[in-house]
């Protein structure tokens, strides 16, 4: 297992079109989280899995923002109606059951450009 | 007022220098602290973490917490320039999320 993988590394869209995601955990890890960093600027949670579960959302989520994580693998991020205040880095993380905030591996990201 | 505060710097020093990074926080609830170093287009690496209060090394670094003062410091002895990279501090209250200070960019200049 090489890691959290994130797919596609860089997407540029145009303003109002809708754009998906996937992170793929390591397999062991049971937990998935979505955080959002623009630059200059700290990650920012938006939500988190445990198995297929989604746990919590963050107001950050707005409804344009769905995630999901169908039979607890892999998951998707899908933003809709894309605004330029999205552009941003999407990181994915995940982390096996019973470490706390600190057994997190995060992937490479997805880079979003909103244009 | 953000609930984690760190300088953003940008940091420069001479190799071989000792660098002192900080952050401060307000929600009392949090309980592991930890830091994360990033390269550029990269995603965060754990470097160090820390339950509650107290002091840990791990080779060159060391991250101290005092709870009481709601401030944790990552030190990094004998800095080399592989070392320049933004470091993150971070922190949970137990619970999955993490709150994420601004960062903090360094550079190690050789």
């Known amino acids: 297992d090489t890691g959290v993988s994130q797919d596609p590394r860089h997407k540029i869209t145009k303003r109002g079109q809708n754009v998906t995601f996937r992170c793929d955990p390591i397999s062991e890890h049971n937990r998935l989280y979505w955080y959002r960093q623009t630059l200059g600027q700290g990650p920012e949670f938006l939500t988190y899995f445990q198995n297929e579960a989604q746990l919590e959302k963050s107001r950050l989520l707005s409804d344009r923002f769905s995630a999901e994580r169908p039979k607890g693998s892999f998951s998707t991020l899908e933003i809709q109606r894309t605004e330029q205040g999205d552009s941003a880095m999407y990181l994915c993380?995940?982390?096996?059951?019973?470490?706390?905030?600190?057994?997190?591996?995060f992937g490479s990201g997805t880079r979003l450009t909103v244009v | 007022q953000k609930e984690v505060e760190q300088d953003p710097g940008p940091l420069s020093v001479p190799e071989g220098a000792i660098v002192s990074l900080n952050c401060t926080y307000s929600n009392s609830a949090f309980q592991y602290f930890m830091w994360y170093r990033q390269y550029s287009r990269k995603g965060p690496e754990l470097l160090m973490y820390?339950?509650?209060?107290g002091n840990k090394e791990d080779g060159r670094f060391t991250a101290q917490v005092d709870k009481s003062s709601k401030y944790i410091s990552l030190f990094i002895r004998d800095s080399q320039p592989s070392d320049s990279a933004t470091y993150l501090c971070?922190?949970?209250?137990?619970?999955?999320?993490?709150?994420f200070g601004q960062g903090t960019r360094l550079t190690i200049n050789p």
């Open positions: 820390t339950y509650s209060s």
């Open positions: 993380a995940s982390s096996p059951p019973g470490t706390g905030g600190y057994g997190y591996t």
């Open positions: 971070a922190m949970s209250g137990g619970a999955q999320k993490l709150v």
